[in-house]
């Protein structure tokens, strides 16, 4: 019998269903997308998330506000002291507290520096998906020298918890304040050498320029945020739209490009590193001495000194270990510049100590349907390239 | 504009529209009826002076401690990148067959916030194209972020522990 005759060749349709992920290591985590091929060339791509979700919302509905700062870390994974400052801005904000100069200094350089350790990690992971496999090695020598000033200044390399509640957990060490003086001189030879291995590279420009190209006006109707919607020309930055902590006092250009392919948000990118790095130096040249939380002892602890001397420290210290902090009626949200975009907790207050809704606004999550409407038309061998430069991280989508 | 301005603009331009409006802590803020809310999003967007063109987010709220009428609130976040200005649309959404029309004819990312608002608080988001489960496994039971959801463990299907007992995934209630 022949092929035709079993009715082998008999299709209903011309396209080919194609699964990718969940366990594909181009994408970044656990995402899953279905993609309707026609021969090589993508005609849908349908996104399937939740396979990480961990009812953290839920969770942080159910703790008080200091026990919701150490799963904030979990959500965006790669850029923790973001999720934190986020959180901890609006709960503040709820408050009305006053954070002291020195705190805001330390939570701007702590940022800085885990957004250069977040590009590093997706510039490494990206070029390994497009086929550079050096860049990796080299993005992952330097940020390791940041996971170890983060262990310097909280005990941990990733997850630091170190934005608090009314200013930061500890004040900054010797150590730490040298180390980040090394490192931000040896970093942009560093940045340097990574654009030498890229920028020119005929293979990266085959792969990168005019790729996944979204223009200005689907940037903003698709709700792209952060590089991806400044390397599409919109010149949008959080840092410089609604200043927080102490942005506005220093000097730094927001790099905005036009063309909105893969290229542009990695140029995007890398230029913002080196920008990380000026504010950085510019934080720790004006770092003021001064407290490094706020002395509002129904927020922060006391000096523990004072325990042993003072009946009225005994009993905030008392009172907020057991109790918490109660945080007044009232719904806020504040939007914060981080690695992949605007991040921001819409957080609810029922007067009590523990949240009534906490909802993060996660710039992956926003991406993801126009990310794969921008894999329509392009060739399968350039899904992964889009996937990586739109930077995903499936801590934050599926929360 | 500031906030202030925005709120005189958006009552000059809709007045019977809004309901209410507010300022905390500096935030432009209205209160909108589920009926009157495409309305009001297609003049935030297209009015010249507002161009509010950006979609931040939407979240679902579950008011059932409070004891709040209407029992659930979205609240929606839009910026102007323009004019570098926000503002928040709090829409309050019945107990009973609870429903808000879509925004996503409007703004594209709105299609992924409204999709979560029914798979986490089951608030029908009438003209969306898909309203199905989205972070939930499809054929999941009940709305996770609704105040009467209990805070439980999953059952456990299959467990490397031989002395396992049913016990230990017995709900907890939740301490406050």
């Given at each position: 019998m022949s092929v035709t005759d079993q009715g082998l060749?008999?299709?209903?349709?011309d396209t080919m269903t194609l699964n990718m992920g969940p366990?594909?290591?181009?994408?970044?985590?656990v995402f899953r997308v279905i993609l309707e091929m026609d021969g090589e060339v993508v005609k849908t791509a349908e996104p399937e998330i939740g396979?990480?979700?961990?009812?953290i919302e839920k969770t942080s509905e159910n703790k008080r506000y200091v026990h919701v700062i150490p799963m904030t870390d979990r959500l965006d994974y790669l850029n923790p002291p973001g999720n934190n400052l986020a959180f901890c801005l609006t709960t503040e904000k709820l408050l009305g507290v006053e954070i002291p100069d020195r705190a805001n200094v330390l939570r701007v350089i702590m940022c800085e520096l885990s957004r250069i350790a977040s590009h590093l990690v997706w510039l490494g992971t990206h070029a390994l998906d497009i086929g550079a496999m050096t860049v990796f090695l080299y993005c992952w020598r330097e940020r390791e020298m940041i996971l170890d000033l983060n262990e310097e200044i909280?005990?941990?390399?990733?997850?630091?918890?170190?934005?608090?509640?009314?200013?930061?957990?500890k004040d900054a060490t010797r150590p730490w304040l040298d180390g980040i003086r090394d490192f931000i001189e040896y970093f942009p030879a560093k940045v340097d050498e990574y654009e030498r291995l890229l920028t020119k590279n005929p293979i990266w420009l085959d792969r990168t320029?005019?790729?996944?190209a979204f223009t200005r006006e689907e940037a903003i109707n698709w709700s792209f945020s952060g590089p991806a919607l400044r390397a599409s020309?919109?010149?949008?930055d959080i840092r410089k739209?609604?200043?927080?902590?102490?942005?506005?006092?220093y000097d730094f250009d927001v790099p905005v490009l036009n063309n909105g392919d893969i290229f542009d948000r990695y140029r995007v990118r890398v230029e913002e590193m080196r920008q990380s790095r000026a504010i950085i130096k510019q934080a720790l040249e004006s770092l003021?001495?001064?407290?490094?939380?706020?002395?509002d002892n129904k927020v922060s602890l006391p000096p523990r000194e004072t325990l042993h001397t003072s009946m009225e420290a005994l009993i905030h210290h008392f009172k907020l270990v057991s109790e918490g902090i109660s945080v007044p009626v009232g719904e806020t949200y504040v939007p914060i510049e981080g690695a992949r975009g605007e991040v921001g907790f819409y957080i609810v207050s029922?007067?009590?100590?523990?949240?009534a809704r906490v909802k993060l606004r996660a710039p992956s999550f926003m991406a993801i349907p126009g990310m794969c409407k921008m894999m329509e038309?392009?060739?399968?061998?350039?899904v992964v390239g889009i996937i990586g430069s739109i930077d995903i991280v499936m801590g934050e989508v599926d929360r | 504009m500031t906030s202030e301005e925005i709120i005189e603009k958006v009552k000059a331009g809709l007045a019977d529209a809004i309901q209410d409006t507010d300022l905390p802590q500096g935030d432009a803020v209205i209160f909108v009826a589920p009926d009157s809310w495409h309305a009001v999003a297609d003049f935030l967007k297209n009015d010249a002076d507002l161009k509010f063109d950006y979609f931040s987010d939407v979240r679902g709220v579950d008011y059932l401690l409070e004891e709040r009428e209407p029992r659930f609130e979205s609240v929606y976040q839009l910026y102007s990148i323009d004019h570098q200005h926000s503002i928040r649309v709090r829409v309050g959404i019945d107990e009973d067959n609870p429903s808000v029309p879509t925004v996503s004819d409007l703004w594209k990312g709105a299609l992924y916030p409204e999709q979560e608002l029914f798979d986490m608080f089951g608030i029908n988001v009438e003209g969306h194209p898909t309203m199905e489960r989205l972070i939930m496994?499809?054929?999941?039971?009940?709305?996770?972020?609704?105040?009467?959801y209990p805070l439980t463990t999953e059952t456990v299907?299959?467990?490397?522990?031989?002395?396992?007992?049913s016990d230990l995934v017995k709900s907890k209630p939740p301490t406050r």
């Open positions: 060749l008999h299709r209903d349709k366990q594909h290591p181009s994408t970044h985590g396979y990480l979700h961990t009812g909280s005990g941990v390399r990733m997850m630091t918890s170190y934005i608090r509640i009314g200013g930061v957990a320029e005019g790729v996944g020309g919109v010149n949008w739209a609604q200043p927080y902590s102490c942005y506005d006092n003021p001495e001064g407290p490094y939380k706020t002395p029922d007067g009590t100590n523990v949240p038309g392009c060739y399968i061998a350039d | 496994p499809k054929g999941w039971e009940g709305f996770p972020l609704r105040k009467d299907t299959f467990s490397y522990n031989r002395d396992f007992k």
